[in-house]
């Protein structure tokens, strides 16, 4: 559903206040502070990479903030906007569903109760994050939106209470609850995709990583792949950097606008990855509405008050003219509380009131080896995602990380569970050392491909699906990821490292891949009525399921058939995958003469002037998803958009490299490093990762302190 369509049901439903406001606010002169407070030394690199030096680590993130301001300034802020609720505040009533949520979620509530209980280095961390931001906006006031500032540092940690709910779904949840074809019975199944803050349309997901050990690799040396698949623009595109201070952080990798910590990466000893999870974290629960008293619901026998409060929605209607839309928030003993058309509703999902993912993620940048690494990620403050691990030490470790809610049986909770009850209102999750992992395989590698937890690896190692419960949502699909990592590393006993490059690169879609099947399934089927389907079918004959930049029948089977991959196999009817080839067909004969078109000239990467030609595909584990121009071609805009590879070699010396899709500069048009790794990236190269300061040194393009930079 699109925003617009969002909104239409939040005003509908406001039982309208409006309060008039028109005003210019300011940048206040307090942002200008911070120079004295934090020492910061920002080093470019050739490839524009910025590397933060300071004598502590809140100098380092001080630093950070302002170095991704200067590569993407309005991204960051629209981020802040966005959880403190104020995004409608800058950019218009399309973004007022985001503000609902905000406060509907009580973020604001949670992050001001437990900001306080975060170690004071985390803090103070965030305080200094906030200060590099407020600098920035200070020296470029004609960019900065006022409303937001001055930024402190519970905006960084709102930033993420904010976030991560998304990341399994609860808006789409809240969405579908509001909707007037929503059944009573059904719920959207489980979400697997990122959600922009102000654009709640679906995105594919996928993010691959591969862990190997000496039992695996030909020198005994250890390799990690980073390879995470996110939109290559936004809010939640990768933003790479180093980070080095004098208090022992040295930590290489990608974070995400607002984040203070590397997200995923390595430090000198050790590294992680992330893939996304869906287990299942969200229930919702059918409330009994007392027919006397519309603000009270059941609960175990009796009738109880839901907690009323008042939203306060400002959005900006036409230059400084901003409009305040008043409407009520509900709340029950199971969460927030939807009034839809077909009934009330109440919310629960995992983590509501946790605030220490900027702690686990800081605990594990600055982790020593593997019992401080796993220490963090036993405070179990991120909700979900896989994660996988390798060390210095050739230790690899791969988990199926989430606060998974340990739910009674007996109820259906993939659809909607009585909330008039107790026994439905789960409070324990399952522990940590109950989760699904494989510690150091006898096979040496792990792997993960957004896949089940219970095909990590090949032989007998795997956790078993009879230990977990179904009530947990834990998925049992494989993608075709998946499937080509196991078949790859799992067919190779002594990998070099020329191999594992080529692993990452694969552009092949196993022979048990959905889309295999859907090739299959169209080939099967009795000759098409004209002519032009059945010369497609010949076509589609002959694809060997590579997708190689050359091959000269990709393109024609993915525009036929990219859209069906992640969908329910069983609706998918062959006459549907035949019309879909017609159409696929018509396109390439009228955009190119031909059927045979090579796939690079169909799949294409763009940015500004940059228009270059690509292999991989949707769900390849060189993944790139394109959407159509409407000119014959399909313009990648997600998949590998952060890929960095790192090897220990058997002395435990750490070496990575690494690739940005389109550069260091990820929003400013008038930098060099706008576009400059695009070339490289379709050629399925990398980059060397310099951590030196003498190494830097020998490739710097520029080094300044925050403001230093600027013209006197």
Known sequence: MKTKTSLLFVLALVGIGLVWRFTTPSVPPTTQMSQSLYDARILRDEWGVPHIFGKTDADVAYGLAYAHAEDDFETLQGVLLAARGKLASVYGKDAAPNDYMVQLLRIGEVVEAGYPQLSAEVRALCEAYAAGMNHYAALHRDLAHAE????????????????????????????????????????????????????????????????????????????????????????????????????????????????????HGHNRRLGWAHTVNTPDLVDVYQLEINPQNPKQYRFDHTWRDLEVREAALEVKLLGPIKWTFKREVLWSVHGPVIVGPHGTFALRFAGFGEVRHIEQWYRMNKARNFEEWKAAMRLNALPMFNTGYADSAGNIFYLYNGRIPLRARGYDWQYLVPGDTSATLWRDYLPFEQLPQVTNPATGFVQNCNSSPFQ???GSENPQPKDYAAELGIETFMTNRALRALELFG????????????????????????????????????????????????????WDLRTDPENMQTALAMLAFRTFVDDDMASITTNMLLDSLRQAAHVLVENYGSLEVEWQKVNRLRRGEVDLGLGGGPDILHAVYGKPDGKGHLIGYLGDSYVLLVNWDAAGKVHSQSIHVYGSATANKLSKHYADQAPLFVERKLKPVWMEETEIRAHLEKEYRPGEELPK
């Not at 006993?493 to 990452?504: M, Q, R």
Request: proline share 8%; glycine share 6%.
């Open 491 to 542: 067919s190779d006993s002594s990998i070099t490292a020329e191999e594992f490059f080529d692993y990452k690169y694969d552009m092949t879609y196993s022979e048990h891949a959905p889309i295999a099947r859907l090739v299959h399934q169209a080939l099967t089927a009795a000759p098409a009525q004209d002519s032009l389907t059945n010369a497609a079918l010949t076509i589609l004959r002959a």
């Open 456 to 458: 990590t690896t090949s």
């Open 148 to 263: 937001l500032y001055p930024v402190t540092g519970k905006d960084l940690v709102a930033g993420f209470v904010h976030k991560v709910p998304l990341f399994f779904g609860i808006d789409k949840t809240l969405i579908k609850l509001l909707e007037p074809d929503t059944q009573r019975t059904t719920l959207p199944p489980p979400a697997t995709s990122v959600k922009r803050f102000f654009d709640l349309t679906s995105q594919p997901i996928g993010s691959n990583t591969f862990s190997l050990s000496p039992r695996r690799t030909a020198d005994r040396s250890t390799w990690l792949a980073v390879n995470s698949h996110q939109p290559w623009e936004g809010p939640v595109a990768w933003y790479e950097v180093h980070l080095h201070s004098d208090e022992g952080w040295n930590m290489v990798g990608g974070l995400l606008p607002g984040a203070p910590v590397v997200l």
